[in-house]
């Protein structure tokens, strides 16, 4: 049997497993917001060189860490947040799938896990 709808806070009857559109649009501006805050991927360290090592080290290791599928995705293991020794240490580097990468690190990362 089908679960029943919610109703949202702005009112609008919603379907069960669904988002309203308001809500959509909240994480949105939410995203957009930290996203103008946030410096380019270039500042960040994420260079043409970055680029050169990142292919050397997929091709060294080309299946996911977590799930062994394709990897396409080079994760720092510990986030470097700005440290340049950390961000050019390879043993702090792995290869994921970018579901992985996406879904699972992320999760783990905003938990406090890593």
Not at 63 to 68: F, K, P
Not at 74 to 101: E, M, S, Y
């Amino acid at each position: 049997m089908p679960r029943p709808p919610h109703i949202c806070a702005c009112g609008r009857l919603v379907p069960h497993g669904g988002r309203c559109t308001c809500q959509r649009e909240s994480d949105r501006a939410r995203k957009r917001r930290h996203d103008a805050r946030r410096p380019s991927a270039r500042a960040r360290g994420y260079t043409s060189e970055w680029e050169k090592a990142r292919l050397v080290f997929l091709a060294a290791h080309p299946c996911c860490a977590m799930c062994g599928a394709v990897a396409t995705v080079v994760d720092h293991i510990t986030p470097h947040r700005g440290d340049k020794a950390l961000f050019w240490d390879r043993a702090n580097w792995q290869a994921l799938c970018k579901p992985c990468h996406d879904r699972v690190k992320q999760r783990e990362e905003r938990a406090g896990d890593v």
